[in-house]
């Protein structure tokens, strides 16, 4: 009795993470939207969601429960946070409560990544995990809904960044075995994209799904006619679907993307520039160590975030950050091609997920937001997943 205490206690650890880990989420969402939530009311919700990951070492404790040796893709992607503490802790901040959230903020991906393999590698109720994951979809889904409600009082075509977070969290949505779920949260999703007047969400959307189609076929058994054939009309379905939407309405998203050429990526092309102007004119140990997280907004003539995470890395984290990231990336990489050639099921969900990463990381921004956070837990649940006893073979969809 006592041992089934014990790795209830270590479940419920695990649960109540991920629950601080979606209010942490749903305060930010609200905050970046206009609304009067403080940064301090976030920055104290992750320091708490911080040190009660950390805090899962004691669950040691638990018989049977131990410390894995981490893959080296989350050994790298944990190194690039750790890495990102020390241009935190030399850059100037004139508020020490400031300074303490920016540490926590630069620590909290790589102990996600971490906390999230470990107690994949460890605890067993996969289900419950699962049914987890998607009520905290339903929960960020029903704040985009009063973001996106609030927001049209003021405009016709706001575009809500929230969006971002479900985009982000449905590669742990398709970690049911349900095909009929699977459609669901993507349409869903991209309903939520759509509406949000977000071009490189949608891109990033579209491209992801492809990836996982086109793994998932070859992670079948055998690759048959009906296989190929139900690859095919997903895809067109789905782009036809998203064509539609795009359509609908008074055609101001269709407009944009008219538009990509003339608003040179609504402006984008500036930003990148300003923000390559600013590295090539950094000192050569800020060149090197980085001038500190979300040091590109600050020090930028307009205000504004890279909107492409390797200049963003590299201003805030230096050339040392940005080498890490890159060696991340290219494991993750690595891990997705060798687990499709080992026809692993939960391989074309890693490859959902690092095509809508990659997208994003061009032409917007994942790592230095709280929503980075969603894509390291997500890395490292895959990877524990991958390293578990092997799961049956995935069927036809």
Known sequence: MATVSKALLAEAHFLTGLLLMGVACGLDML??????????????????????????????????????????AVTLFAAFSAWSLIPCILSPVDNPKDALVNLFRAAMPGITVLAAYNSE???????????AFWLLGLFLLFLYTRLYSAANLLTDDASVGGAYYLLYLLPLLFVTPSHWLKALAFVTVMLVVTSSFKRAGLLGLAAGLVAYLVAHLLTLPRIGLKGLLLVAAAIALAGFAMTWLISQGDGALLERFQNLSSDHGSGRELVWA???GMIERSDGFSLMAGHGINAVVAD?????SAHNDFLEVTYDYGVVGLVLYLFAIARLGYDT???VARKSPHAPVLAMLLTIWLIMSL????????????????????LGRMQDKPAPQPTEP
């Open 337 to 339: 091609v060798r687990g």
């Open 31 to 72: 905050q970046s939207s206009g609304l009067d939530y403080s940064l301090a009311a976030i920055g104290t919700v992750t320091a708490f969601s911080a040190l009660w990951w950390t805090a899962g070492l004691a669950k040691l404790q638990v018989p049977g429960y131990k410390l894995y040796r981490p893959p080296l």
């Open 274 to 276: 300003l923000t390559s």
């Open 300 to 304: 930028s003539p307009i205000q504004l």
């Open 121 to 131: 590698r460890n605890l067993s109720l996969h289900r419950m995990h699962t049914i």
């Open 363 to 382: 032409v917007s921004h994942i790592i230095i937001y709280y929503w980075g956070n969603i894509v390291a837990f997500t890395i490292g649940h895959l």
